[in-house]
T-cell receptor
Framework: GQNIDQPTEMTATEGAIVQINCTYQ??????LFWYQQHAGEAPTFLSY??LDGLEEKGRFSSFLSRSKGYSYLLLKELQMKDSASYLC??????????WGAGTKLIIKP | IAGITQAPTSQILAAGRRMTLRCTQD?????MYWYRQDLGLGLRLIHY???????GKGEVPDGYSVSRANTDDFPLTLASAVPSQTSVYFC???????????FGPGTRLLVL
């Protein structure tokens, strides 16, 4: 079966760095997406990785290792507004997104 | 540009009633999707449409139907609602099937 694993909840301090991990087992691979979802709102796109390596976009970076079935989202200089759920999703061989349950990130002052 | 709109924002529905959730996008995206999101679970695909005039079944299609008469609209119908269909429903669209998906604000549905 297809499976996406990510931690249920993480806590970090304002101004710090946090890494959210995602491991996956899917039927085929056509890219990995990270989305941010604030409580009561829609998911919004953060990043896309299809090749191995690190993609940097401002305070957010995303890493992919296809051979290990592994990705992480790195958030730097954490702000209170970064408190949200972070969703990992893999596009399978049928070009459908398989979603993890999300990691709830709590930022403390 | 509104992006994707969904209606209603929320709804309380009696079991056995028929309900249509509306979704409209103004980005001229070819592909559209319906997901449900339940606590502790990832988003699950209900139905999708790769282009106007075509639809396909996702992971959890039972009890739901869709149509795609034109590019902009992708309504989701619950023919006879059951309490297990209580969920938050998100509509999404993408320019192509391999492209980034963009989400509407969601419809919160409670079936009693």
């Amino acid at each position: 079966g297809q499976n996406i694993d990510q931690p249920t909840e993480m806590t970090a301090t304002e101004g710090a760095i946090v890494q959210i991990n995602c491991t996956y087992q899917t039927s085929g691979f056509n890219g990995l997406f990270w989305y941010q979802q604030h409580a009561g709102e829609a998911p919004t796109f953060l990043s896309y990785n299809v090749l191995d390596g690190l993609e940097e976009k401002g305070r957010f970076s995303s890493f992919l290792s296809r051979s290990k079935g592994y990705s992480y989202l790195l958030l730097k200089e954490l702000q209170m507004k970064d408190s949200a759920s972070y969703l990992c999703a893999v596009m399978d061989s049928n070009y459908q997104l398989i979603w993890g349950a999300g990691t709830k990130l709590i930022i403390k002052p | 540009i509104a992006g994707i709109t969904q209606a209603p924002t929320s709804q309380i529905l009696a079991a056995g009633r028929r309900m249509t959730l509306r979704c409209t996008q103004d980005m001229r995206h070819n592909a559209m999707y319906w997901y449900r999101q339940d606590l502790g679970l990832g988003l699950r695909l209900i139905h999708y449409s790769n282009t106007a005039g075509t639809t396909g079944k996702g992971e959890v299609p039972d009890g739901y139907s869709v149509s795609r008469a034109n590019t902009d609209d992708f309504p989701l119908t619950l023919a006879s609602a059951v309490p297990s269909q209580t969920s938050v429903y998100f509509c999404a669209s993408s320019d192509g099937t391999q492209e980034t998906q963009y989400f509407g604000p969601g419809t919160r549905l409670l079936v009693l």
